[in-house]
């Protein structure tokens, strides 16, 4: 009786839905709550109201995410997940499995995402085939950036192999300059290890170690050379550098300070707000090495009931895909848009480097997912090697101690 | 009726209390056991696999370092703020003039959060902004005070902010234990001629014996779940040089999407926990009895 009762209330529920169906409606979680991020947040938010949609914001702040991600477990859990939520990489997959995501092929094969998207970003978008995350944007990792002066007045060129970056910080060290600005924290130092990985391994190697997580390569004599490489570089960053967050650290090259940068392209945000041009008073290069590491922010969209909820869920990811989303987002952020097919006249030299490094590195194998950004793994096994890397860094551990550790922190995490 | 309300008030008033411990307290530690005997990742799953989440705790460095430095800053931490705070407590017994003064200042750190104490420790303690920088700019240039950045003396670093945000709680603890010792007996004591410091040693402290124990369930619960401090501090750096069990757990469950490894590592911050207080708490109580 009771049963009866009850499917003949959410019956009534569901007619009372159907008929109040008031337009697209959806709500997104994200964590893009600072200043340029806001922005960037705000254009998608009135493209979506344009359309008749009623956007419901929940910026959750605080942790890189973390907080973010708590919140979502609690909505998860309870049963009712938000229509869209920032995650990347496979993130998106562990959430799959879970089996709380939507299938959006419907508007993906409608507004044909496979083929403005570079293949394995798209892989990245695809849960066993189906379609269930839209790319907003792509940030390149291995960056190095430099003051355009410093290097001049030192009769230096942007580097094009280590080996060339170690005899310029050799240099630069003499002249009393911090060669690498660099903040100690453990995620900064992945991202500078990930960078000499893929300068010193190849595409192959950075790809066999991780993405596959080959032992073998793990533990390779590649891998011991890069982290001799890290040992370098410990040499060329000051000694007060522990903590400091990266933004401090731009501004050492800002102010003539240090000279070099291994960063993401966020940090160009930092020079253009600071009024710096690019090519004049700062100069941008991929770090030594072919390839291209890759963190794309992406939302992923959740399971949800109702006619007005997965309208809404269509409609956003139509325009988080769409044209006009992907250039103006991605002009306020830093980034490039993620589909290949956006004039890029707006952009800055450094974006049009991007792009074009991009379009070859897709063509040659060589576009890879940034493990330190969490592109590449899973939480558990990107933190283990993130563990070794900043052990190392922070230490006067061996190189055959640190490719022994790594491999070892690998399977442990599994 | 009366009387049987009179009867059954307490544990009627008890009751709503007893349930929302049991449940919230006792019933969440079960929880977490069950997890921690689970293969979770993102989300909490219920099949028991066994011990797999505690074998790859033991095996993780990371872990390693975590409960190192646990041990390291509980007992330095514990030793010496009892110690200073005991000595402060003893000095302003002195009868002095500026008490009030002097003891509000040293209660002060504690109105702090943590998480203050942190970020301007941070900054005393940076080698280029902070002691070192000041000293240098004095012409010594030879000044070294660098234990922040060095992963081997980062966690001492921890210690001492602690130490200056908690020492003049315990101070205030023990004042008030040297207060109330019977005046009595110390007068009879120096009608004696016994010496001051034998009158603190024989016959002082030892009647503050509960005072200690108070200060030390305090700070030992302030040690083990110590993390605003070394998040704002050092953010478990230099690498996780300063990485504490709370951090590591906070690590795992909520950056890592690891809940069965967060809820190994609570389990046996847990275990730890039980191994200090338990038989203190034990040895204490009963000897209390005895008398």
Do not use: C
């Given at each position: 009786m009771k049963s009866h009762v009850f499917g003949a209330v959410s019956g009534l529920a569901l007619v009372a839905s159907s008929a109040a169906y008031a337009g697209p409606e959806a709500e997104v979680l994200h964590w893009w709550t600072s200043g340029g991020e806001a922005k960037s947040v705000a254009v998608l938010q009135e493209e979506f109201a344009a359309n008749g949609g009623s956007w419901t914001d929940m910026p959750v702040a605080g942790g890189g995410g973390d907080a973010a991600m708590t919140a979502l477990r609690a909505r998860v859990l309870s049963g009712n997940a938000p229509t869209a939520v920032q995650l990347k990489g496979p993130a998106i997959q562990e959430w799959y499995e879970e089996g709380v995501l939507a299938d959006i092929s419907a508007v993906a094969e409608a507004e044909g995402w496979a083929d403005v998207l570079p293949a394995s970003i798209a892989g990245h978008m695809m849960c066993e085939g189906t379609w269930c995350a839209a790319p907003v944007n792509v940030h390149r990792v291995d960056w190095i950036w430099a003051n355009a002066d410093v290097l001049e007045a030192n009769g230096?060129?942007?580097?094009?192999?280590w080996d060339e970056f170690n005899a310029a910080a050799q240099k630069l060290q003499a002249a009393g300059i911090i060669p690498l600005a660099h903040g100690g924290q453990a995620w900064q130092d992945a991202t500078v290890f990930e960078a000499v990985a893929l300068g010193i391994l190849g595409a192959d190697g950075f790809h066999k170690a991780?993405?596959?997580?080959d032992e073998a390569t793990l533990k390779s004599d590649g891998m011991k050379s890069v982290f001799d490489q890290m040992r370098t570089l410990r040499g060329f960053?000051?000694?007060?550098?522990?903590?400091?967050d990266w933004n401090l650290a731009t501004a050492m090259v800002m102010n003539g300070e240090a000279a070099f940068q291994i960063m993401g392209d966020w940090a160009k945000g930092e020079f253009l707000a600071a009024g710096k041009a690019p090519g004049e008073d700062f100069l941008c290069a991929s770090t030594p090495g072919d390839g291209f590491l890759y963190n794309v922010d992406s939302f992923a969209m959740f399971a949800v009931d109702g006619s007005d909820k997965m309208a809404g869920q269509q409609l956003l990811a139509k325009l988080i895909v769409g044209k006009n989303f992907q250039k103006v987002f991605n002009l306020n952020k830093g980034s490039i848009p993620?589909?290949?097919?956006?004039?890029?006249?707006?952009?800055d030299s450094c974006a049009h480097l991007s792009a074009s490094d991009m379009a070859a590195s897709n063509e040659g194998g060589s576009l890879l997912p940034s493990y330190a950004h969490g592109m590449a793994l899973r939480g558990a096994q990107a933190g283990a090697i993130t563990d070794v890397v900043t052990a190392h860094f922070n230490s006067d551990m061996s190189s055959e101690d640190a490719v022994q550790q790594l491999a070892t922190a690998v399977a442990n995490s599994m | 009726m009366t009387k049987w309300l009179e009867d059954h008030l307490p544990k009627l008033m008890l009751a709503p209390s007893f349930v929302a411990v049991l449940v919230f307290v006792y019933g969440f530690i079960a929880w977490t056991a069950w997890v921690s005997l689970t293969r979770s990742r993102l989300l909490p799953k219920y099949e028991i696999e066994g011990l797999i989440q505690y074998e790859r705790l033991f095996a993780s460095p990371r872990w390693d370092t975590a409960l190192n430095n646990l041990y390291i800053f509980g007992a330095l931490f514990i030793v010496i703020a009892m110690a200073l705070g005991l000595l402060m407590a003893i000095l302003l017994d002195?009868?002095?003039?500026?008490e009030g003064a002097i003891r509000t200042i040293y209660l002060?750190?504690?109105?702090?959060?943590m998480i203050v104490t942190g970020t301007a420790w941070k900054w005393i303690l940076n080698p280029g902004l902070g002691l070192e920088a000041m000293v240098k700019g004095w012409?010594?240039?030879?000044?070294?005070?660098n234990w922040i950045v060095d992963p081997d003396m980062a966690i001492y670093t921890v210690v001492i902010a602690a130490l200056w945000q908690s020492s003049g709680f315990v101070m205030a603890l023990f004042l008030a234990g040297l207060r109330s010792v019977d005046g009595e007996i110390i007068k009879a004591a120096q009608v004696d001629g016994i010496p001051t410091w034998r009158i603190y040693t024989a016959i002082i402290i030892p009647s503050m014996a509960p005072i200690f124990l108070s200060a030390f369930i305090v700070l030992a619960h302030l040690a083990i779940k110590s993390f605003d401090l070394v998040i704002a501090l050092?953010?478990?750096?230099?690498?996780?040089?300063?990485?504490l069990p709370a951090t590591y757990m906070y690590a795992m469950a909520f950056?890592?999407?690891?809940i069965g490894q967060a809820a190994s590592s609570a389990m046996v911050m847990m275990a730890v926990v039980f191994a200090i207080v338990v038989p203190y708490l034990y040895s204490e109580l009963r000897s209390q009895k005895d008398d």
């Open positions: 230096i060129a942007m580097p094009s192999s991780f993405v596959e997580l960053v000051d000694p007060n550098f522990p903590g400091r993620a589909r290949v097919d956006v004039a890029l006249d707006e952009f | 002195q009868n002095i003039r500026t002060y750190p504690m109105a702090l959060s012409g010594f240039e030879r000044f070294s005070f050092t953010g478990g750096g230099p690498g996780f040089a300063t990485d950056s890592r999407g690891d």
